[in-house]
């Protein structure tokens, strides 16, 4: 399906589940888009577990530009995205997330609109902590802005989030921020050793987020007029 974004058209694609409890928006990283195995298998996932998914892609995609979209483009890309969700899903709880890129940018989008934010959480398929090599160069700046749950997915050999570090911003984030470890697993969270899939290690990392959305949202209780 199409959508439009600032006056910009792009792309977007539903994973329903039967009965939703929730309604999970998540954007891909900077190289691959909406389509890739690990976004796949983290719909599927999600929607077996009760949980309905809309990915699209940021403008940059749609037009196979290497190059992401500016910062501005990719949050309207992102709220345009959220608009396009909340309504077919009314009165269910909205989470936004997304790998690497295009979770830090559901981030920025949170932090810059605090309380006005239409999610009830966020999720972080591998938060870019710093650009590789560069680990004085933290993007953590804005996290303390944000006023909803967020789970961290990080794996321990990230060449963009020196382990350590990642630990530490969520240990200042607490209580919204929770950590879930990827023992041995890099960017894009595949372990040494191991030969499993983009589309299964998608599959492992969506039950984790299914789980976080689900004790999430029964905490927050149904919404009282659609979705947030």
């Not at 599927?44 to 290497?66: C, H, K, Q, T, W």
């Not at 995205?81 to 997304?98: E, N, S, W």
């Not at 200042?172 to 470890?181: D, G, I, Q, T």
């Amino acid at each position: 399906m199409q959508f439009h974004a600032g006056g910009i058209q792009t792309s977007g694609l539903w994973t329903r589940a039967p009965h939703p409890t929730a309604v999970s928006v998540i954007a891909h990283g900077a190289g691959a888009g909406m389509t890739h195995p690990f976004m796949s298998g983290v719909a599927d996932e999600l929607a077996a577990g009760g949980i309905s998914v809309f990915r699209f892609n940021f403008p940059y995609m749609d037009a196979r530009r290497r190059v992401p979209d500016g910062a501005p483009v990719l949050q309207t890309t992102w709220n345009a995205a959220i608009q396009q969700a909340a309504p077919p899903d009314r009165g269910v709880p909205l989470v936004a997330g997304g790998k690497s890129m295009g979770g830090r940018i559901a981030s920025m989008l949170a932090a810059a609109q605090g309380e006005d934010f239409a999610g009830a959480a966020l999720v972080f398929f591998g938060y870019p902590l710093h650009p590789p090599g560069a680990s004085g160069r933290l993007r953590d700046a804005h996290l303390p802005g944000i006023r909803v749950p967020m789970l961290f997915i990080q794996g321990t050999r990230d060449p963009l989030a020196r382990f350590d570090l990642v630990e530490a911003v969520v240990k200042r984030l607490e209580p919204l921020a929770r950590l879930h470890v990827v023992a041995d697993g890099d960017h894009s969270f595949r372990v040494r050793g191991t030969t499993r899939s983009d589309r299964d290690i998608g599959q492992a990392l969506g039950e984790v987020a299914a789980g976080f959305v689900r004790d999430v949202t029964a905490r927050r209780g149904p919404p009282s007029s659609g979705a947030r």
